[in-house]
């Protein structure tokens, strides 16, 4: 298994422009979550979704959009790109919210915003 | 709404240390508690899991407790190597229906030759 994959590693956007942040996982899980990390700060919760169709704002939804036509992918777009989204972010994915099951990163998708 | 503290944010050590790392956290209604290890330029890796029943877990040289009613969580590394060297994040996971995780800001750790 390769487990939850994301890409781009790493992007350069112009404020105002857009693109999509993409996350895959091949573990048939039906949570999945995007989080963002600002330096030396902890993860936040952006989006998440608990099954293909389904999805909710977490913390720090504002600027971004997510869809879940499929249990695999859990794509994050962003429309208008700002300074203030220059982050790391995180993709994860969990089975269900069983409280013994943790939840998988990927490696993340470092963005800068200039 | 819960909020995770960690002390310290950074930490310096010589190998062969032992050492500890804390987290707390405002609100004691949780379902578990993890620490995770985060490396830089990857993802979180989860270290230890602790049930809200439960008092510790251990995991080779690593040892979380937790203390609910307090609400505190420690992590204690034995026997530090080189190796050991990275951020450390502590995580609640709320009594809500999302298996949403609250994270600290994190310890980083670096342990030196």
């Known amino acids: 298994n390769a487990g939850v994959t994301q890409t781009p590693k790493f992007r350069i956007l112009k404020i105002g422009q857009s693109m999509t942040l993409q996350c895959a996982q091949d573990?048939?899980?039906?949570?999945m979550y995007w989080y963002r990390q600002d330096p030396g700060m902890g993860l936040k919760l952006i989006y998440y979704?608990?099954?293909?169709?389904?999805?909710d704002k977490g913390e720090v939804p504002n600027g971004y959009n997510v869809s879940r036509s499929t249990t695999e992918y859990f794509p994050l777009r962003l429309e208008l790109a700002a300074p203030s989204q220059t982050s790391v972010y995180f993709c994860?994915?969990?089975?269900?919210?069983?409280?013994?099951?943790?939840?998988?990163f990927g490696p993340g998708t470092r963005l800068l915003v200039l | 709404k819960q909020e995770v503290t960690q002390i310290p944010a950074a930490l310096s050590v010589p190998e062969g240390e032992n050492l500890v790392l804390n987290c707390s956290f405002t609100?004691?209604?949780?379902?578990?508690l993890q620490w995770f290890r985060q490396d830089p330029g990857k993802g979180l890796t989860s270290l230890l899991l602790?049930?809200?029943?439960?008092r510790e877990q251990t995991s080779g040289r690593l040892n979380a407790s937790l203390d609910k009613s307090s609400g505190r969580s420690t992590l204690y590394i034995a026997a530090s190597q080189p190796g050991d060297s990275a951020t450390y994040l502590c995580?609640?996971?709320?009594?809500?229906?999302?298996?949403?995780?609250?994270f600290g800001t994190g310890t980083r750790l670096q342990v030196f030759p």
């Open positions: 994860a994915s969990s089975y269900s919210k069983l409280t013994q099951e943790t939840q998988y």
């Open positions: 602790i049930q809200s029943s439960q």
């Open positions: 609100d004691s209604a949780i379902y578990n």
């Open positions: 979704s608990v099954g293909a169709g389904i999805t």
């Open positions: 573990m048939n899980h039906n949570y």
């Open positions: 995580a609640v996971r709320g009594r809500d229906n999302t298996d949403k995780l609250i």
